[in-house]
């Protein structure tokens, strides 16, 4: 299928936007060790958008990959997972911050360093909400796309090192018209101790219509009903 738009998003930059459902969204990195921060909103009526505690329990997972869907509060898909290289993204491990940037990699400010200042996940998405017409109450749980993050017995927390390779892509599939908020940002759990410098391609396609047989469709039972959701929305809408 032909590339409808394309962007680069560059180590720390950000990108927002409405994409119409229907779409493809194919994240590509251009390098190893890429994490993508991705907050998603109905374009329509912004108070509806991701629930990542509905998300994972009603699929009974913690962590995300190919069939996977993203549930809104409402009960509907906003989207949903086609394509997966990795295996695993990460819904858990939330954005950094600005004390949690400075403290990692050294303290930076634009005001000294100018475009080369490292870039919170919280700063980015905040500036991006705004330009959208909503503001830091709006902020909510982020998928991590290309990290993962997996729990021992105890209940703790752990960064998989080396999981994302270059090239490697994930793409999903847009089920309604949504607000999409990237940030191109180092995982909180990340242990490096360098910023990362992973360039992420962004490519939106055209998808192919979603039938009965659908793989995400059928992943689950409770996929199907929240699909069945999504589909009487739009039936009433058009």
């Not at 999903?172 to 992420?200: A, W």
């Not at 039938?211 to 409770?222: G, K, L, M, T």
Request: aromatic share 8%.
């Amino acid at each position: 299928m032909n590339v409808i738009w394309s962007e680069t998003m560059h180590p720390g930059g950000k990108w927002s936007g409405v994409i119409g459902k229907g779409r493809l969204v194919r994240l590509t990195a251009l390098d190893k060790g890429a994490n993508v921060s991705m907050l998603m909103y109905h374009a329509r009526d912004l108070t509806e958008r991701y629930n990542m505690p509905d998300t994972l329990k009603a699929q009974h997972t913690a962590h995300l990959t190919k069939g996977n869907v993203l549930m809104s509060d409402n009960g509907r898909v906003l989207a949903s997972i086609v394509q997966d290289d990795l295996g695993w993204h990460d819904p858990l491990g939330g954005y950094t911050t600005r004390a949690s940037t400075d403290e990692k990699y050294g303290p930076s400010s634009y005001q000294e360093q100018r475009n080369e200042w490292l870039r919170s996940g919280q700063e980015n998405l905040a500036v991006e909400l705004v330009r959208s017409g909503l503001g830091n109450r709006d902020m909510s749980p982020v998928v991590n796309w290309f990290s993962k993050v997996f729990c021992d017995e105890e209940g703790n927390m752990h960064f998989a090192e080396n999981h994302c390779l270059a090239g490697q892509v994930v793409t999903f599939r847009t089920e309604m018209d949504v607000l999409v908020i990237f940030s191109n940002t180092p995982h909180p759990l990340d242990p490096g101790g360098q910023y990362p410098s992973v360039p992420v391609k962004i490519e939106v396609l055209p998808a192919l219509p979603v039938d009965s047989q659908d793989h995400c469709v059928n992943y689950r039972p409770e996929n199907r009903r929240a699909f069945d959701n999504t589909w009487n929305y739009y039936a009433l809408q058009s």
